[in-house]
């Protein structure tokens, strides 16, 4: 499996990316896109230290477009065709799109933002789990590329 390589501006999340700002979407820039291998990307934003374990899931996309960068401010609409073309699915709080971090006072949580390049684009409703999604995914990711922020309150 070929590495992508992934990169959000701050390490610290800036405020407009939470709850507790704009709560939109982070620019991502991505390296190393293979279009001789993926074909699509797909997306999953991770709180592996939200309460309860497990993770508490902020954004999943697939079928987006191979892009070097996904913009800040990704609409959150089940199919998006600009500025890039993607399709979205459920996150944790409900809701379809990105939600940013919200986490309880104390310690800054991390978030992961895993980016996977697929041999093909999938077939998945919008509106799909994670879980829905990572199911659909197996067999296809051929390449693979994460980095984690922290944001804490």
Not at 39 to 59: E, M, R
Not at 77 to 93: D, H, L, Y
Request: include cysteine; hydrophobic fraction near 35%; glycine fraction near 10%.
């Amino acid at each position: 499996m070929e590495q992508l390589n992934v990169k959000i501006s701050a390490k610290n999340l800036p405020s407009d990316y939470t709850c507790d700002g704009k709560d939109i979407s982070p620019q991502i820039s991505i390296g190393d896109v293979n279009p001789a291998l993926s074909k699509s990307l797909a997306i999953i934003v991770n709180d592996p230290d939200a309460p309860g374990g497990g993770g508490f899931v902020h954004w999943i996309a697939w079928n987006m477009e191979l892009v070097r960068l996904i913009p800040d401010n990704i609409p959150k609409t089940p199919e998006v065709t600009f500025p890039i073309r993607a399709v979205q699915g459920k996150n944790s709080f409900g809701r379809i799109g990105y939600n940013g971090p919200c986490p309880p006072r104390g310690k800054p949580h991390r978030y992961f933002f895993k980016i996977y390049g697929l041999d093909s684009e999938i077939s998945l409703p919008a509106g799909a789990t994670k879980d829905q999604l990572v199911r659909t995914m197996e067999g296809h990711v051929v390449q693979y590329g994460d980095t984690y922020v922290t944001y804490g309150r």
